[in-house]
């Protein structure tokens, strides 16, 4: 069998796309430089230089007299529901919400990590991964009816350690109470916000 020119450009295109792919169903991977982001998901929305604790009070220095390695930036990419933590000039973090107060922001439409979606309840993703590593409960009070909606419901983090990552899905452990009127209400066991990074 003769393997032509174009046949061989093509297979290596596309053994190149494939390496570049995420170990999860991302379209951007950990370790990424902002450009390589923003090639694939556009300029961000915003972008937020997070305060170091170690230097409060020094917002008066310039992006010049920073070290980079330890500045940490938050690029909000809204169009993508995607946001991207930078430290050292690489993302550290992917950040990913159904909901935010950014009449913009559109939720994240695709599988995540194992076919693991923003619109899965905790007990679907305890049936698509499995035991988590670690889980992190905020306690409900005593006497406290855990169906009833509330403002400020409790939360769950669950985290699993992959090849190359961790994994974390933040569920309710409380149905939230968003509008009185109606009412309206995410479910409790919802994921509210999932986190992929080193």
């Known amino acids: 069998m003769r393997t032509s020119p174009s046949g061989i450009a093509l297979a290596l295109l596309l053994s190149g796309l494939v390496q570049a792919q995420s170990p999860y169903g991302l379209p951007i991977r950990l370790g990424a430089t902002s450009d390589e982001v923003q090639k694939v998901l556009g ?3 915003e972008t937020v230089v997070l305060e170091d604790d170690d230097h409060a009070g020094m917002s008066n220095m310039s ?3 920073m070290n980079i390695d330890h500045v940490s930036i938050d690029k909000w990419y809204d169009s993508a529901g995607i946001v991207g933590n930078f430290t050292g000039g690489k993302l550290t973090e992917i950040r990913i919400f159904p909901d935010t107060d ?3 922001f559109v939720a994240y439409p695709g599988n995540i990590v194992k076919d693991v979606t923003l619109r899965d309840t905790r ?5 698509k991964l499995g035991r988590p590593t670690r889980i992190d409960d905020e306690p409900i009070a005593e006497g406290t009816n855990p169906d009833t909606p509330v403002i400020n419901p409790q939360q769950s983090r669950y985290f699993w350690t992959m090849s190359g990552f961790t994994l974390r899905v933040t569920f309710l452990s409380q149905p939230k109470l968003i509008r009185q009127a109606g009412p309206l209400v995410i479910p409790k066991d919802s994921i509210i916000a999932v986190i992929v990074s080193k």
Not at 123 to 127: M, P, R
């Open 43 to 45: 300029k961000p929305t």
């Open 123 to 127: 007990k679907t993703v305890l049936e």
């Open 63 to 65: 992006a010049d007299h």
């Open 102 to 104: 950014y009449p913009n």
